[in-house]
């Protein structure tokens, strides 16, 4: 089935990039064609950034990512409420708005980057320097779109080129392995094209370099353990080498991005762009004008309800320190934490404190405590407080619901922990996996394992450390585990567990799929 032909009718042929992708025979009086837009370089800049704009999106990474990725696992559950997905209960169908609206958000970001590939390449008033970039970015994001894509519906049609006709539309749903090839070959031609240049919400060459890893772990994970749609991956090992090498050049190839020695850096709002461990991420800002996405309402997806301002620990270490955190009074309690899931945690972990268990008042005094039993408390802040809230996506200074509290999509400690999978129990191995430890405050692993137990309990370090910021699923369907023996808290179902349905539209112009 994975193989399969099926024709595919693009999603927003007429909407999705007025000006940019369109064929006009005459030009409008202040309309944008291909011919009077791409002129200067702002113009290429400008494109480029239309570019990256639907990754904020609530229906693709702003909001659905975790619906799709994290929802579906251990890390959250219900508690009897009323969930705003249904992934909560494993209720996903064709025409589920996540299924929907993820797959179009990547293909909208898709026409918008093909346009960008098609007309900057062709561009004279611009310098090949600044040309490289733009073009080394926008295969970056060809890359990530289409890795979105596969890694949640499996076989999608390959998006290559702008749709300038009505038969450009339809395109083949490609076999999955057709899908990988191309996002490798999007991302070495990224890496080739790109400088080092961190900036907030793009992507540069340690970026590009980054994703290649997470893509060859992907690979080698899922043929190693034998998930379903990766049987025609030719060797794990082979895999597991190109995922290290990728790995080692993030870790040991630059010195812009680190590991940062403070976790609670790592989700200081204030210090998203100037942070080290940030390879790549979005930009959405508490003063943007227009519609979520320019800014962030994730705090409010996450914390409790209170109706008040509200105070939490200043440090991850603790000290009786407290820090304005934000006005709850809006707060929508929908990514609700499974405390089973926190208890997982070793005591000494700074990571487990980053799902918040005491809030207080202004004067330091504790203003409640969690506990499972709030929820039939008669009171209206510990009523609330019946599950330990996550702290990553925070924002003392937002302003009212609109934050900026932004989404981590690569971060560093991720490639240390790539790297120690895919490398197995070798000193740099060891190295990678016990940094992230360390900062956590946990000891080194011990010494001695063997690959099988060394790559498990980097594994468990990775559901760890990068929890609740999508990437539960994808690892559970890598290691062939979307099962319930490890999605223990929900109505598990099967059906689509190691690929999402494509939308019912689709489905319908597609009767074989």
Known sequence: MLKMKKTFRYLLLLGALTGFTSCLDEVPYGTYSNETFYNTEADAESALMYAYVPINYIDYCGRFLFFLS??????????????????FQWDITPTSDEAIYFFKSAYVSLARTNSVLENVSRMTSISAMARNRILGEAHFLRAFNHFMLVINYGSVPIRSKTVSTVSDSYKDFAPIEKIYGFIIGELEEAIGLLPVNKVQGRADKVAAQALLARVYLYLASSKASGAPGYDWVADADDMYALAA?????????????????????????????????????????????????????????????????VYISSSLAGGGEVMKFMNYESGFQVMRVD?????????????????VTTIYNEDGSVLATYDPSNLTSSDNVKNKFFYPFCRKYTDPKSNSNRTSANLYLIRFAEVALTYAEAAGPTEEGYKWVNEVRKRAGLGALPEGLSVADFREAVIQERIKELAFEGHGIY???????????HITNKAFKPTYAYFYPAPQREMDLNPQR
Not at 70 to 79: A, E, L
Not at 339 to 355: C, G, I, S, V
């Open 475 to 485: 690892e559970l369907r890598r290691l062939n585990r979307a099962d319930e023996r």
């Open 70 to 87: 994290d929802v579906p696992t251990n890390q959250y559950k219900s508690y009897g409420k009323a969930d705003e997905s249904p992934l």
């Open 245 to 309: 090498q990728y790995a080692s050049d993030v870790l040991e190839g630059q010195t812009v991005y680190r590991l940062d020695p403070d976790l609670g850096n790592v989700y200081d709002v204030d210090h998203q762009a100037d942070g080290v461990e940030h390879i790549f991420m979005t930009s959405m800002n508490r003063e943007a004008s227009g519609m979520e996405g320019t800014y962030s309402q994730l705090p409010q997806m996450f914390a409790i309800q209170t109706g008040n301002i």
């Open 339 to 355: 405390n089973e899931f926190r208890d997982t945690y070793d005591d000494a972990d700074l990571r487990k404190q980053l799902m």
